[in-house]
């Protein structure tokens, strides 16, 4: 039971509002109709043939009726038989009511009579208030449940913002809650200063920027860094989602934009932040026609509160995306989002520095390298290092550990790149050989080609939807630029497996597939978009170009090839040639090896797993074997 008696699942406070509304409802009954006890009602006409008949006993006289009690026998004398009989069901004393009609012989009617009267004192202005005002009240009552609780509630209040309001205290993130983008908070410096001492620039005739577009890719700390931003400057912060803005009834957007900017205002020195700007600032026109113009007009009200004639002195806007291509030309102009700041995925030093405010807080065994763990993490970004940190947290705990060690990063950083480990797939012996010697592959052509990324791990466990092994390699250093050479000896690496099962086997399998995409998409890179092909020179013919993510996967061109069908026979004869040639290198150097691939493919069957050092040790074993002189 929760405190009040309230049972479990049931606040306190909506079952004591309907208990206010029905106390409210029974006042305004007993005021309506006054909970008097009943009363038969007569006509006037009635009324004064029983005052002459001698039956009316007493009488109370109001400004509005006139009640009171009257003898019931002999009633068959004065009323009609059936209506006589009604009244004298009720006893000998019957309790009447009738109304007062104007009538100014009545008072001596009753004294002549003889009937003892007496006058009500009339009920006052306060009682009628209420009893007018008190069904006002209920209206509204139900108006404001049926607002917040019907199918169309906040339907008056569809033009208002949704934007949360933080103060500094609430946002709890200051800039020393942010590491690897130092770049880009120097950059941010300049708007909480501008804040803190707005009269430093003014005085200069300085002009703040009105507008900071936060770019990058998910997970980089675009939201974080607006955050940090408002928690460091000490002012309001607005916070809203592009999507918000923009709902069925037509007008709802602009009147939103309209209302948030009236609320910064009122709140200035302010900062409002729009995260996923591309929701609502997308390039008009490219949507098509019919049905976007309220997404338009939402559009356009925000450029007229970004840089219109209305001053909007002290509002800062702050806006993130990873789109920044869709957006409308006229919000990227100067005077709106007047400066850009790129989010880049950390590197070394950067995540080394991630890690490091993300395991501040964590319990981490003596044996844990930060340095070595984020050299391994190479294409993380933020969000990915954090989530890195809280699954080998959950490890431990699952382990029920005192402090997190070493093997918790190790094992999730598996679970993030490869998936779940599927311990309930069952590989038969033909399978398990074969996954065994197509990473085996992977891992000779890493270690033999000395620009290639080394092997850190080998594993043969089935892992995610569909790997049934996986080779994983670091980088030695951060690179940025990749020759043409370094290009072709990726290209062996990832045609290694294929070429070791055919050595094995005398076949391929369908393993290769992934390998097959990542391959294809790389030379046609280098063809199509690197000008790295002597037939099609220096000539980029790739309308989009590809891009590589964090794990060395080529994304295929969402634009295709912009060049005629002749060049596109040129350009796929040229990638297959390079696919060719890889081939026969892979294969040339894993003949020459043919001992070393073996005994790493009966060591991966034996053990499944294979780390670095086991594997160095493997093949200098090999190697002083081969070299041994013979007996």
Known sequence: ?????????????????WQWGLLLLLATAALLFGLRPGAAPLAYSEFKMLLRAHRIERLQLSDSDISGALRTDGLERVLPPARAAALAKAGPVL???????????????LDGAGVDYGAVPGTGWLPMLLAWSMPTLILLLLWSVIQKRGPWGGLLAAGRSHAR???????????????????????????VEFLRQPERYRRLGGRIPKGVLIVGAPGTGKTLLAKAVAGEAGVPFFSISGSEFVEMFVGVGAARVRDLFQQAQSQAPCIIFIDELDALGKARGLAGYGGHEEHEQTLNQLLVELDGFESNAGVIVLAATNRPEVLD??????????????????????RQQILAVHTAHKRLAPGVDLNALAARCA????????????????????????????????????????GLEKKTRVMSPLEKETVAYHEAGHAL??????????????SIIPRGVAALGYTQQSPAEERHLLRRSELLQRLDVLLGGRVAEELAFGEASTGALDDLQRATALARQMVAGYGMSDKLGLACHLSTPALEDWRGRYAAPAGGAACSERTARTID????????????????????QRAALDALARRLIQTEVIDRPALLALLAEVAGADHKPPP
């Open 95 to 109: 309790a009447f009511r009738t109304l007062r009609v104007a009538d100014p012989g009545l008072v001596a009617e």
């Open 573 to 592: 004869a040229e990638v297959s040639a390079l696919l060719a040639a890889s081939q026969q290198r892979a294969r040339a150097t894993l003949q020459s």
């Open 329 to 350: 030309p006229a919000l990227l102009r100067p005077g709106r989002f007047d400066r850009h700041i790129a989010l880049d995925r950390p590197d070394l030093k950067g």
């Open 165 to 191: 309001r933080y103060l500094r205290q609430e946002a709890g993130v200051t800039f020393n809650d942010i590491a690897g983008i130092d770049e880009a908070r120097d950059e941010l410096m300049l708007i």
């Open 379 to 418: 294409g993380f970004a933020g969000a990915d290092l954090a989530n890195l940190v809280n699954e080998a947290a959950l490890l431990a705990g699952g382990r029920d550990r005192e402090q997190i060690e070493m093997l918790d990063f190790d094992q999730a950083f598996d679970r993030i790149v490869g």
């Open 445 to 458: 052509l890493a270690e033999a080609r000395p620009q290639a990324d080394k092997v850190n791990k080998i």
């Open 1 to 17: 039971m929760t405190p009040n008696g309230a049972g479990p699942g049931l606040p306190v406070a909506p079952r004591l509002r």
